[in-house]
Nanobody, 125 residues
Framework: QVQLVESGGGLVQAGGSLRLSCVAS????????MAWFRQAPGKEREFVAA????????YYNDPVKGRFTISRDNAKNTVYLQMNSLKPEDTAVYYC??????????????????WGQGTQVTVSS
């Protein structure tokens, strides 16, 4: 069992930066692929980024490549999403997710077993 809690969302101006954190409980955390998804009002849930359990591999959706960085600190049971050069299109509720499934690419929300409650990110123009 893994429980996830996100934090770090807020209101920022376009071009600004924000770092999201996801704290996990559970002794198997270090073996989980972790990911961030987001969902804007009226839109489908969208994959953002994922990181393998030893942080050897990362994967990003095209809209955030070069701007967002996913990382993890297994000793702290935490995964991060550093968001730079933010755009209004990035506005959404961001969710942290975890899975033991190593299927590549890790972009399908149905592969993830555990989800956080979400944190709101709003980017003003």
């Amino acid at each position: 069992q893994v429980q996830l809690v996100e934090s770090g969302g807020g209101l920022v101006q376009a071009g600004g930066s924000l770092r999201l954190s996801c704290v996990a409980s559970g002794r198997t955390f270090s073996r989980y692929t972790m990911a961030w998804f987001r969902q804007a009002p009226g839109k489908e849930r969208e994959f953002v980024a994922a990181i393998s359990w030893r942080a050897y591999d990362t994967y990003y959706n095209d809209p955030v490549k070069g701007r967002f960085t996913i990382s993890r600190d297994n000793a702290k049971n935490t995964v991060y999403l550093q968001m730079n050069s933010l755009k209004p299109e990035d506005t959404a509720v961001y969710y942290c997710a975890g899975t033991s499934d190593t299927t590549y690419p890790p972009t399908e929300s149905t592969r993830y077993d555990y989800w956080g409650q979400g944190t709101q990110v709003t980017v003003s123009s």
